[in-house]
């Protein structure tokens, strides 16, 4: 009799596939989503939760200085000796009195102290803050079997825990979705020439360009180059005024 076999986590990074049925700001609230499910005896192992959009933060936690470099190096080097001191008493063959384990502690605060002093100052100052750096999603997707998405959905809506996105959505991710699936070839898009002004279609004759009207000159205004006699034009073909007296 054989036994089923249960989903396993695939030894090569491989996209995940499924439809999607609930999306979540924090990986809390997807973590409480997959409790819901396994707490109902859904089969979990059909659940996967994708965080999209991955960043990383540094979050800087204070300013670096020889102070606390010093304090930090007598700790750990104080820790360190004291253990080296419990081990000479233990294994050693001692007296059986504690004073190897506070010369120990001594000895390993000492050399914490010195170690991390020098470190620090040949540095130079480049980096005087300390920090502790995280990947954070900005969503978190909740993807799960096809054949079993319409139950996860039923159960999530019982809880109030579907979150803010539509449900029994199939993602897509890029690249192949399944080992030998092909990979359609992208084809560069050429940038658009730059149409100059006035001009038409491909092919089609040029239009003349347009020429600006003339100006025209008032109505009982001289022209240039007209003969004005008491005020009045004179023109070529007109019997000249005589000059009044």
């Known amino acids: ?16 596939r499924g439809d999607l049925i609930a999306s979540y700001s924090t990986y809390l609230e997807a973590q409480k989503a997959v409790e819901a499910l396994s707490s109902a005896g859904f089969a979990v192992q059909h659940v996967t939760i994708v965080g ?44 059986g009195t504690p004073m190897p384990i506070f010369v120990a502690v001594g000895i390993g605060a000492g050399f914490g102290l010195l170690f991390s002093v020098l470190s620090y100052s040949m540095t130079r100052g480049k980096r005087d803050f300390t920090s502790a750096s995280q ?17 996860a959905v039923r159960i999530l809506r019982e809880k109030n825990l579907i979150g803010y996105v539509p449900v029994n959505q199939p993602v897509s991710y890029p690249g192949a979705p399944y080992p030998g699936a092909p990979v359609q070839p992208t084809v560069p898009v050429q940038p658009a020439a730059p149409v100059q002004p006035g001009a038409g279609a491909p092919g089609a004759p040029a239009q003349p360009a347009a020429t600006p009207p003339a100006a025209k000159t008032p109505p009982g ?18 019997t000249p005024t005589p000059p009044s007296s």
């Open 1 to 16: 009799m054989s036994m089923p076999r249960q989903n396993v986590a695939p030894k090569l990074p491989t996209l995940p």
């Open 52 to 95: 999209t959009d991955l960043k990383m933060v540094e979050r800087v936690t204070g300013r670096l200085t020889y102070s606390r470099v010093a304090a930090a190096g007598l700790a750990s080097g104080a820790w360190f000796g004291l253990f080296v001191g419990l081990v000479l008493s233990l294994f050693g063959g001692g007296t």
């Open 135 to 151: 990947i954070v999603a900005t969503s978190y997707g909740l993807l799960c079997a096809s054949e079993r998405a319409g139950e």
């Open 221 to 238: 205004e001289p022209k240039y180059g007209v003969r004005v006699v008491d005020g009045k034009p004179q023109y070529p073909n007109q």
